[in-house]
């Protein structure tokens, strides 16, 4: 991989990035694990400007309808999550002469708090050609991070790191974007019949370049800086206003509402042992071979049929925007013994092929490297793109699913990706439960899909088993001969990792908005060595710990499972207010709380005056006073909210294991407790409306 500097180029072809397609990724990390920034990219004509507003890509414009942009969305990865671009040079119009790719922060939040901030570029097997950090942001709420620009007819990579005090607002008005500006405006986000760029309206009139342009005085300029090419791109100079007609409808950056799918009309059974004719039956299957045929024909067939579906899973791994075929019982010649994947999908685009093999597995059955390994040979002879492994198990950046060896000397490169039957279920639940299906047939198929998946005997229930170190491991926990340096401790916490992002999977396409894992790895930290810090505090103490970040949630939820006392711990802060008096402050937090558990812990947090007053709720509901520490001298903080509940101790997915355990305790206290939780009122703005359960 390539390293870069600010202000440094590179010709892609140099990189050995010569197919055209590309993902970018753009990655932060957060020490308090709080915060969210925004991707988005703009196509700029040789005048530095966009041709249309349709040049700008973001959250209400993600994808372009010729496939050459296509915002992917959060991928979670080691250190928490990472915003993915997918773009194909080839299909770019020729009047595109740069690609500019930038992120914002929401409200003009400073990219000053994150930590880790990094651009990376792969090609289309996933192997990763460039990097590029940036360590020196501060006060800035948008950052253009880099370019892709044509150069005598060569593509090349620039390293830029400019940043903007003005948002997103300000970064797309500079390129020739007339912007109605409501992220800057607290409650922008969300409008009903906002005006994004897709959806709503949009603008009847678009800037043309170098004209209509609105003063720029008030936003910063980035420095101009220079590189091998010549000066690095600044904001382009302020042309005069020309006269019109009537002034352009502008670009509204607030967040669209979705638009949920139609409410199902009430059933005409007459109790509920009436069971409804599914097209995918699962209560026939009584082999893993059966369940394993079944579940990878009628995932295929969907995803050849929902566009939607079908993009969303393969969009990450390379493949372009195009018509989908795919195929079951291919038979493939391979030496002597041909080999018959579970699968074959097959994306076609200006006549140009895609092609990946799918090799999947149900229940608990393991991928086995040879016969992955097959895969990768006869796909690398064929010219195919990808090997797709598809099972229960979980992905960790760092940790292949199955050891596969790559022959460098051939120049056709074959990515091999993972794909958990949890984040199936994931990307159909946020297709038909929260962002809807305009085709009502495609609506009906994802909803047949998504019941076959979730049935008990489908065999594709996600991440089910803790592995085989994990009894030996809490034996060891328990009579106290667990040692330091246990290479079965580093497994353990590997199989923790795992399970903590199939619950966010589940919980955030139960919820529709992002919810992700929080990794507090410090700056440059591998992998490996965060892994056995962690399992050198298993060891240590018996406890594995998490961070769940839940979007628009009053804070990270804390999951604690504790294996020497066999006590899992599901706890959330909830900060004290900047007005007010501290007996209001907790006579508002247990009104909030009127619904939750009576066994909720409740602790109030001080400012280094020792523990605060605790109690149970239902204690605390008569006398919420109990909350203020005596004599009135320490000042309040805030309060820990926790569930406590016993962990379960077999290794698998039965009902009283531990992988269930967590998972239900989890979504619990979310229901219960964290999604009734106001954010506390602050100067100048009123408290936000309460979520609903």
Same mark, same amino acid.
């Given at each position: 991989?390539?390293?870069?500097?600010?202000?440094?180029?590179?010709?892609?072809?140099?990189?050995?990035?010569?197919?055209?397609?590309?993902?970018?990724?753009?990655?932060?990390?957060?020490?308090?694990?709080?915060?969210?920034?925004?991707?988005?990219?703009?196509?700029?004509?040789?005048?530095?400007?966009?041709?249309?507003?349709?040049?700008?890509?973001?959250?209400?414009?993600?994808?372009?309808?010729?496939?050459?942009?296509?915002?992917?969305?959060?991928?979670?990865?080691?250190?928490?999550?990472?915003?993915?671009?997918?773009?194909?040079?080839?299909?770019?119009?020729?009047?595109?002469?740069?690609?500019?790719?930038?992120?914002?922060?929401?409200?003009?939040?400073?990219?000053?708090?994150?930590?880790?901030?990094?651009?990376?570029?792969?090609?289309?097997?996933?192997?990763?050609?460039?990097?590029?950090?940036?360590?020196?942001?501060?006060?800035?709420?948008?950052?253009?991070?880099?370019?892709?620009?044509?150069?005598?007819?060569?593509?090349?990579?620039?390293?830029?790191?400019?940043?903007?005090?003005?948002?997103?607002?300000?970064?797309?008005?500079?390129?020739?974007?007339?912007?109605?500006?409501?992220?800057?405006?607290?409650?922008?986000?969300?409008?009903?019949?906002?005006?994004?760029?897709?959806? !709503?309206?949009? *603008?009847? /009139? $678009?800037?043309? &370049?170098? +004209?209509?342009?609105?003063?720029? @005085?008030?936003?910063? =300029?980035? %420095?101009?800086?220079?590189?091998?090419? !010549?000066?690095? *791109?600044? /904001? $382009?100079?302020? &042309?005069? +206003?020309?006269?019109?007609?009537? @002034?352009?409808?502008? =670009?509204? %950056?607030?967040?669209?509402?979705?638009?949920?799918?139609?409410?199902?009309? $009430?059933?005409?059974?007459?109790?509920?042992?009436?069971?409804? @004719?599914?097209?995918?039956?699962? %209560?026939?299957?009584?082999?893993?071979?059966?369940?394993?045929?079944?579940?990878?024909?009628?995932?295929?067939?969907?995803?050849?049929?929902?566009?939607?579906?079908?993009?969303?899973?393969?969009?990450?791994?390379?493949?372009?925007?195009?018509?989908?075929?795919?195929?079951?019982?291919?038979?493939?010649?391979?030496?002597?013994?041909?080999?018959?994947?579970?699968?074959?999908?097959?994306?076609?685009?200006?006549?140009?092929?895609?092609?990946?093999?799918?090799?999947?597995?149900?229940?608990?059955?393991?991928?086995?490297?040879?016969?992955?390994?097959?895969?990768?040979?006869?796909?690398?002879?064929?010219?195919?793109?990808?090997?797709?492994?598809?099972?229960?198990?979980?992905?960790?950046?760092?940790?292949?699913?199955?050891?596969?060896?790559?022959?460098?000397?051939?120049?056709?490169?074959?990515?091999?990706?993972?794909?958990?039957?949890?984040?199936?279920?994931?990307?159909?639940?946020?297709?038909?439960?929260?962002?809807?299906?305009?085709?009502?047939?495609?609506?009906?198929?994802?909803?047949?899909?998504?019941?076959?998946?979730?049935?008990?005997?489908?065999?594709?229930?996600?991440?089910?088993?803790?592995?085989?170190?994990?009894?030996?491991?809490?034996?060891?926990?328990?009579?106290?001969?667990?040692?330091?340096?246990?290479?079965?401790?580093?497994?353990?916490?590997?199989?923790?990792?795992?399970?903590?992002?199939?619950?966010?999977?589940?919980?955030?396409?139960?919820?529709?908005?992002?919810?992700?894992?929080?990794?507090?790895?410090?700056?440059?930290?591998?992998?490996?060595?965060?892994?056995?810090?962690?399992?050198?505090?298993?060891?240590?103490?018996?406890?594995?710990?998490?961070?769940?970040?839940?979007?628009?949630?009053?804070?990270?939820?804390?999951?604690?499972?504790?294996?020497?006392?066999?006590?899992?711990?599901?706890?959330?802060?909830?900060?004290?207010?900047?007005?007010?008096?501290?007996?209001?402050?907790?006579?508002?937090?247990?009104?909030?709380?009127?619904?939750?558990?009576?066994?909720?812990?409740?602790?109030?947090?001080?400012?280094?005056?020792?523990?605060?007053?605790?109690?149970?709720?239902?204690?605390?509901?008569?006398?919420?006073?109990?909350?203020?520490?005596?004599?009135?001298?320490?000042?309040?903080?805030?309060?820990?909210?926790?569930?406590?509940?016993?962990?379960?101790?077999?290794?698998?997915?039965?009902?009283?294991?531990?992988?269930?355990?967590?998972?239900?305790?989890?979504?619990?206290?979310?229901?219960?407790?964290?999604?009734?939780?106001?954010?506390?009122?602050?100067?100048?703005?009123?408290?936000?409306?309460?979520?609903?359960?």
């Amino acid at each position: 991989m390539h390293e870069m500097a600010k202000g440094a180029n590179i010709g892609l072809a140099e990189l050995g990035g010569d197919s055209g397609s590309y993902v970018i990724g753009l990655s932060w990390t957060s020490p308090t694990g709080e915060g969210e920034a925004d991707v988005s990219v703009l196509l700029l004509g040789p005048d530095g400007k966009v041709r249309d507003d349709e040049d700008f890509y973001f959250y209400n414009h993600p994808a372009a309808a010729d496939g050459s942009v296509e915002l992917l969305g959060q991928t979670l990865t080691e250190s928490g999550s990472e915003d993915r671009i997918r773009v194909d040079l080839a299909v770019l119009p020729p009047q595109v002469d740069r690609l500019v790719v930038a992120a914002s922060r929401h409200l003009r939040q400073p990219f000053g708090h994150f930590e880790g901030i990094r651009l990376t570029l792969d090609d289309s097997s996933g192997e990763r050609l460039l990097g590029f950090s940036i360590t020196d942001a501060r006060s800035e709420s948008a950052f253009v991070f880099g370019e892709i620009y044509r150069r005598a007819g060569e593509w090349k990579f620039r390293a830029i790191g400019q940043g903007y005090d003005s948002g997103l607002a300000g970064l797309a008005t500079d390129y020739g974007i007339d912007v109605e500006d409501d992220e800057g405006v607290e409650g922008g986000e969300g409008v009903e019949g906002g005006e994004g760029v897709e959806g !709503g309206a949009r *603008p009847t /009139a $678009p800037t043309a &370049p170098g +004209a209509d342009a609105p003063d720029r @005085a008030a936003a910063p =300029v980035p %420095t101009s800086k220079t590189g091998a090419d !010549g000066p690095l *791109p600044a /904001a $382009p100079p302020t &042309p005069a +206003a020309a006269p019109t007609a009537a @002034a352009p409808r502008r =670009v509204r %950056t607030a967040r669209k509402k979705v638009t949920l799918p139609a409410v199902p009309k $009430p059933s005409l059974a007459e109790n509920d042992a009436w069971h409804g @004719a599914r097209l995918f039956p699962a %209560t026939t299957l009584k082999s893993d071979r059966e369940r394993e045929v079944r579940a990878t024909s009628v995932l295929l067939s969907v995803m050849a049929q929902v566009p939607e579906l079908g993009r969303r899973l393969t969009a990450g791994f390379g493949a372009p925007a195009g018509r989908m075929e795919t195929f079951t019982e291919v038979v493939l010649p391979h030496g002597e013994t041909p080999r018959r994947p579970d699968g074959v999908i097959r994306v076609e685009r200006a006549g140009k092929r895609w092609t990946a093999l799918v090799e999947s597995k149900t229940n608990g059955n393991p991928l086995r490297a040879q016969q992955v390994q097959d895969y990768m040979d006869i796909a690398a002879r064929r010219g195919y793109e990808a090997v797709i492994t598809l099972s229960n198990d979980v992905a960790l950046d760092g940790h292949p699913i199955v050891p596969v060896k790559v022959d460098g000397r051939r120049k056709h490169k074959v990515g091999l990706w993972h794909l958990s039957w949890a984040e199936v279920t994931y990307q159909a639940q946020m297709l038909i439960r929260h962002e809807g299906v305009a085709n009502p047939a495609h609506a009906w198929l994802l909803q047949e899909l998504l019941h076959y998946l979730q049935h008990e005997n489908s065999g594709c229930h996600g991440f089910q088993n803790m592995g085989a170190a994990w009894v030996p491991v809490r034996n060891g926990i328990d009579d106290e001969t667990l040692c330091r340096g246990d290479e079965r401790a580093v497994q353990v916490v590997e199989s923790w990792e795992k399970l903590v992002r199939q619950v966010c999977l589940r919980l955030g396409g139960e919820l529709g908005v992002k919810v992700v894992p929080v990794q507090r790895a410090r700056r440059g930290e591998e992998v490996g060595a965060r892994r056995a810090a962690l399992a050198e505090q298993l060891c240590e103490d018996g406890r594995l710990c998490a961070e769940i970040r839940i979007e628009d949630t009053i804070g990270n939820v804390s999951v604690v499972a504790d294996l020497k006392l066999g006590k899992l711990r599901t706890s959330v802060e909830y900060p004290a207010p900047e007005e007010g008096y501290p007996l209001s402050w907790a006579k508002r937090l247990i009104r909030q709380l009127a619904t939750a558990p009576a066994d909720l812990h409740v602790e109030t947090l001080t400012d280094g005056a020792g523990p605060g007053p605790r109690g149970t709720l239902e204690r605390l509901r008569p006398e919420p006073g109990d909350l203020l520490p005596k004599g009135g001298t320490a000042r309040i903080t805030g309060f820990r909210l926790t569930l406590v509940k016993s962990v379960g101790s077999t290794r698998g997915n039965a009902e009283t294991g531990f992988i269930r355990t967590v998972d239900g305790a989890v979504q619990r206290f979310h229901s219960s407790v964290v999604a009734h939780l106001e954010p506390p009122a602050r100067r100048g703005r009123p408290a936000a409306a309460p979520k609903s359960g």
